[in-house]
């Protein structure tokens, strides 16, 4: 099978399905225009686009547990916490997320949960949802799970 390393996307082999499949959700803050409640998010933004993402998680930690903080703001801290290798911890953040009241991250949360069970070595949980998210006409990552299934079918 698949041999897990420790530490980020970015070291893994290339042959390694989380090197291959990960790609760290774009940032859509970029122009935002500040203000006094989402200051402390763009600026954490800025770490996450700028590809430092041991920041990034830190700053968006921290931004996460303030009062009125974005519920958005767990999914690129889960894109942060598996571009640093820290899976686990980036699926508990999906969790959240799906649970939080936001509208309309259904594809992604389903996509980068089931990069965190590929990028932890999970492929038995993994194979059947990448299976099932490819079957989806509609899925926004459907393309990348038949993918993703086939490579792990291998």
């Not at 600026?43 to 996460?64: N, Q, W």
């Not at 936001?102 to 089931?114: A, H, R």
Request: net charge negative.
């Amino acid at each position: 099978m698949f041999t897990v390393l420790l530490g980020g996307c970015a070291t893994r082999q290339p042959s390694d399905p989380c090197a291959t499949f990960f790609t760290p959700y774009p940032d859509h803050y970029s122009s935002t225009e500040r203000t006094a409640h989402n200051v402390a998010f763009l600026d954490a933004m800025v770490f996450y686009r700028a590809g430092e993402h041991d920041k990034a998680v830190e700053a968006l930690s921290l931004y996460t547990r303030s009062k009125g903080s974005n519920s958005i703001a767990l999914l690129y801290l889960a894109n942060s916490l598996l571009a640093v290798g820290k899976p686990f911890e980036a699926e508990l953040q999906l969790d959240h997320l799906e649970k939080s009241r936001l509208k309309g991250t259904v594809d992604e949360n389903e996509w980068y949960t089931l990069l965190c069970w590929v990028c932890s070595g999970q492929i038995e949980r993994a194979v059947p949802e990448a299976q099932r998210i490819g079957s989806l006409k509609q899925h926004t990552y459907a393309e990348q799970a038949r993918a993703l299934a086939e490579a792990l079918d291998q």
